[in-house]
DNA sequence: ATACTATTTTGTAATTATTACAATTTAGTT
DNA sequence: AACTAAATTGTAATAATTACAAAATAGTAT
């Protein structure tokens, strides 16, 4: 059942606890780019002893360790991914899903710009995604 | 003087206030990417009557039309640009600095990508500049 | 199994950036 | 000079995150 999160974790040579590996499982099974609040309101529910804090802590840690990746897109909160395969991320300002964009990128696994050493590459996308654009022909049509 | 940060406004249909006006020179005159305080902080030497509210509020107003640009890459803050070409920036985690990169990307003008309507594209870098590593390399020979 | 220690979790209290809002002022027009 | 919609201002809220100290726990050594 954990087994992979708790391999994720020892090869970081991480603690196993339950807030880790519950929010990696979360995470894994979640493809939506969720914010602080929505892993912790809902693992909350089966682990009422769970902090708001120890979310964060964890998150922070499993970050640094490159386990898991925040998304800074939205700017007004963190959202996070289970640090798969490089790829970009498209925000929709309406909705405010984030999707995946897998795309070719030849910047996507540069280690060095100007000069810089560089630990990570972002490519953002921002607009309307094609669900609301859908959403709002239809108000248009029928009004 | 401020005659092309006037047309800027006009072109946008947007009345010519002396704070859109300031917030203009000084984003074309700091090329640091300011954020929302070191911008308000300036100005309000010169302009004692200058609210932090007028600054979100004129930077909100000119973002929307365009003619700024706020980087969410810190995670922590907006960061302002003047949207002048496109162009990719490289966050320092060391220090906070936010460098301009100029590399060719094909995906930097997509309009469409997975069907969505794309209005913005963002590449993002973060690592350590040059200068840190320098500063870091020196104390550690020293030590 | 037990004891130990560094790490993690937890809850509360700050802090920081941003937004809401209502009153006043002002830009552009009549 | 008067008008009106829009912008500015200050204050009060809100939202996300961080600081911190006490309690609990994981992994290790005994």
Redesign the interface.
């Known amino acids: 059942m954990y087994e992979k999160y708790v391999k994720l974790l020892k090869d970081h040579n991480l603690k196993i606890t339950s807030p880790r590996l519950e929010i990696l499982k979360y995470l894994d099974e979640h493809h939506t780019h969720p914010n602080v609040e929505a892993i912790y309101s809902s693992l909350k529910k089966k682990h009422p002893s769970l902090s708001r804090t120890t979310v964060y802590n964890s998150l922070e840690t499993m970050e640094k360790n490159r386990i898991v990746q ?1 998304l ?4 007004s909160e ?1 959202r996070y991914d289970l640090n798969k395969s490089l790829h ?1 991320h ?1 925000l ?2 309406r909705c405010g899903i984030i ?1 995946d ?1 897998d ?5 996507m696994d ?1 280690t060095l ?18 669900n609301c ?1 859908k959403k709002e022909k239809g108000w248009r049509t029928n009004g």
């Open positions: 925040s800074t897109i939205s700017g963190h970009h498209f929709c300002t999707l964009i795309i070719a990128c030849p910047n540069k710009q100007g000069g810089h050493h560089v630990e990570e590459v972002h490519g953002y996308f921002k607009g309307i995604c094609k654009q």
